[in-house]
Every structure is written in C-alpha cells, then in structure tokens.
C-alpha cells in the first residue's frame, strides 16, 4: 500500500502537469497501469485485424492491423517490456515490417513502449499529441509514477521516442488491400484523442475517447461542451460494429448515447446546484451518479473506474465557475 501523502502528491503533479488548475475530489485515483504480469490477449476482430485485449482492466488494450504491404500497430503501450509483448504478438502472425505505429493520444501509457519498435517503423500522431509528448522524459517518468504504484522500476528502461509523422484532422493509410483512416473528430479525454478506424471490419480503436462497455467518460481535459460535440462528430461519422477503447472491455455503439446523456445530465445537475449556489463540497453530495448510469459490479471494483463520476462533477462545477 502506498503511503496517502505519495498518492496525493503524485496525483496533483500528474494533473497540475497535465493543464489543470484543480486537485482531484476524495474518491478519485489514478487507473492502475502497472502492467506486471499483464497479458495481451490477440483476438481476431475481421480478416487480418487484430485486438490486444488486456487480460486486467484497465490496464491498456492496443490492436494491429496486417496488410500486402505490412503492419500498423495501434498504441505501443507503458514501456518497452509491453511494447515487445506487442511486437511478438504481431510476429505471431506475421513476419511482415511494422510499418507505423499509430499513438491514440500522448499519455505515457499509449508511449513509452514507441522505442522498442524498428528504426524504420512510423510513429504517426495527431498535432496536440505530439506537444503533450513533448516535456523531458525524466519529466514525465516522474508524473506518471503514480500510475505505475511509485514502482520506478516499471519506467527504468524507457526511453523517449517521438512521432516522426503528424496529422490534423484525417489521415489515411493503405497497407495494400486494407485501408486504415485516423480520425480526430476534436477534443475529449484529451486535446489530440485519435481514433484508429478500419472500414473493412466497421472497427474503431478510440484511445481514452471512450473506456469500454459500462463505463462513464473522463473528463481530463478539454471541457464538457467539446467532448460532447466530439462524441456526437463521431456517432455520426463513422459504421461501426465494434470498438476497442484504449482500457476496458470491447463495446457497441450504444456507448455513444450512454456517454453524450450522461453528459449532458450531469451538466444540467451541476448547473442546477451552481443556481442554488451551493459550495463545491455541497455539489459533490449532491449531484450523484444516476441509476441508469451504474458502473458495473466487473468494473466499479475498481477505485479509478468508481472515482470518475465525483471527478466529473467537480471538473464541470469548475467550468461553471470560470466563466
């Protein structure tokens, strides 16, 4: 057990470093990312496309995808032992050059395994991603400790690896007789969330855009209005059948109504008790988490997953009082 002090230290420089005025709400904690003994499962999503489902939520998920002409790989994970789990999972099925890899959004757990990939590999991101890639790396190893447990050990071998390929709002790839399309439909769970969307299959890898069946959102940064309107850019842009979120369990659309409602509910509860001029603290106890927004039993085991909703009320309370 990590002692109080380090966790609540280590949470408010992971956020302060990440743009945020505010310190989290009792109840919320960092996910546990420490990928100790964490296997990737690889399930076939359609011809030649792959899932990599984490076998401890939430710890990542990533995927990769087979062409004629070689591979794409979606997320390379928290360091550079995952990184190659990846990797041999690919050359489980193929011997063919991993020709991009593709950085969903910049938190270290999507980045720190770039550099185990080849020399000739592409990373691809989007703009904003590559700027929140851009601090020292002993900078952000130390901000992202807490994500690890305060376990150095699980960041010692990284090393810093940026994107060598950017896009701004759409970029496609043909890897011979598969097409690949990246997205950013603008911001969510952060400024530059991409999502990795295969036609063929009607498949969409989206980062921490979306968490996984029976989830809520985390409202990180950006602010509610723009995820909202990025949500509803998305619903409406893409055919999709299934989606693999950055952690957490595989989903249908469905989750896109469950996201923008609870959303919207949650702004019209926070700017009720703004309008009865209740404290921060008031408004805490006062807006909680509806019954039809439930977390699941599988998933509310989990501190982080049960910590969102208090996170999100105060991240909206505090937008509404910025204005």
Same mark, same amino acid.
């Given at each position: ?37 964490? =296997? ?99 900078? =952000? ?74 989830? !809520? ?20 842009? =893409?055919? =999709?059948? !299934?989606? !693999? ?44 988490? $509806?019954?039809?927004?439930? !977390? ?25 009082? $910025?204005?």
């Amino acid at each position: 057990m990590l002692p109080k002090l380090f966790i609540i230290t280590a949470i408010a420089l992971l956020i302060t470093n990440m743009g945020m005025a505010q310190s989290p709400p009792a109840g919320f904690v960092p996910p546990p990312l420490n990928p100790k003994g964490v =296997l990737l499962k690889t399930v076939p999503i359609g011809s030649n496309v792959y899932a990599l489902e984490s076998s401890r939520p939430p710890v990542d998920n990533a995927g990769f995808v087979v062409g004629e002409n070689g591979v794409l790989v979606i997320d390379s994970h928290i360091n550079g032992e995952m990184g190659k789990q990846i990797i041999d999972a690919v050359r489980s099925v193929t011997d063919k050059p991993i020709l991009y890899l593709v950085n969903t959004n910049g938190h270290a757990d999507h980045t720190f395994g770039n550099y185990v990939f080849p020399p000739e590999t592409n990373i691809i991101a989007q703009k904003q991603t590559k700027v929140m890639m851009s601090p020292p790396l002993e900078e =952000l190893k130390k901000r992202n400790l807490v994500l690890v447990g305060g376990d150095k050990n699980a960041f010692i071998d990284v090393e810093k690896r940026m994107p060598n390929m950017t896009f701004d709002q759409f970029m496609e790839i043909d890897l011979g007789g598969i097409t690949i399309e990246l997205h950013h439909f603008g911001a969510g769970n952060t400024f530059g969330d991409t999502v990795v969307y295969i036609p063929a299959v009607k498949a969409a890898w989206t980062g921490n855009l979306l968490f996984g069946d029976g989830s !809520i959102p985390f409202l990180l940064l950006g602010n509610t209005k723009a995820y909202i309107n990025t949500l509803t850019a998305f619903q409406k842009a =893409l055919d =999709l059948k !299934i989606i !693999i979120p950055g952690h957490g369990i595989p989903a249908n659309t469905a989750i896109f109504d469950r996201y923008i409602d609870y959303l919207k509910t949650l702004e019209e509860a926070v700017q009720m008790a703004k309008e009865k001029n209740l404290t921060l603290e008031e408004t805490l106890k006062a807006v909680t988490l $509806e019954n039809r927004f439930t !977390i699941p039993e599988n998933l509310s085991s989990h501190d982080f997953y049960a910590g969102l909703h208090p996170f999100n009320v105060q991240k909206i309370y505090l937008e509404r009082t $910025e204005k």
